[in-house]
């Protein structure tokens, strides 16, 4: 298996309404492959910065020229889920890379069609509902992405902890009776688990004329990996790095 570069997606130019940043793919009910991406920092609050683009599903690259814009303001992150009759449209507010004093927090708005619009629980336009914002030692949540696993949906998520670097986080993905998503109130701190090792047992010499030298099996001695709430297990801290994205298609996990 080998990763093949077929060229750019899509790009920012001069005089192009857009930033080309934070792309985050998924399927609609179809199963056709959609991309979202956008950022409005660096444009007017009224302008649209959430764009969406269907792509070829054998290739990646864009099924057409057209760009679907379907959220205006100072966002970025974006990310879209199905579930039910809804799709979900994530994004982000606020300042992303300050520590713990970061002001990053997840939006959530949901829309019958995958294009939008997109409206949160009150149903006035471009509004939306806060879905995981800084909280005890999580400080900034950012980047959503979101991994069906065995019946259970997780999403992940990068933040801070009271110091040091970025971590990535997980949690499980919960609905209200009114079907809305809902942070699970705990979390999860992806970090490097523990790997086997094997412990031989020293070799034995017997004491006889001639010598004779006997070879034992070695014994192994394993460690066992920690006990989490979920099924997935990813390594390491993403140090500075966004965003944290998963997708599956077919047998293959994408992150």
Known sequence: YKWTDRGEVIGTTIGIPYSAIDPAPYFDASGNLWLSFGSGYIFKPTQPQIFEIR??????????????????????????????????????????CSGAASTYLIHVARSTSVTGPYVGSSGAANSSNTFLASHGNVHGPGQIGILDQGGVSYYSYHYYPASGYSVLGEGVLNWSASGWPIASSGVITVVPQPTATVQATPTKTAQATPTKTVQPTPTATVQATPTTPSSITLSGSIGTHDPSRIIKDGNRYYF
Do not use: I, K, Q
């Open 55 to 96: 792509l070829n599903n054998s290739t990646g690259l864009r099924a057409d020229n057209v760009v679907y814009p379907v959220s205006n303001g100072h966002e970025e992150a974006s990310y879209v889920y199905h579930h039910g009759s809804y799709y979900y449209l994530f994004w982000n507010t606020g300042g992303c």
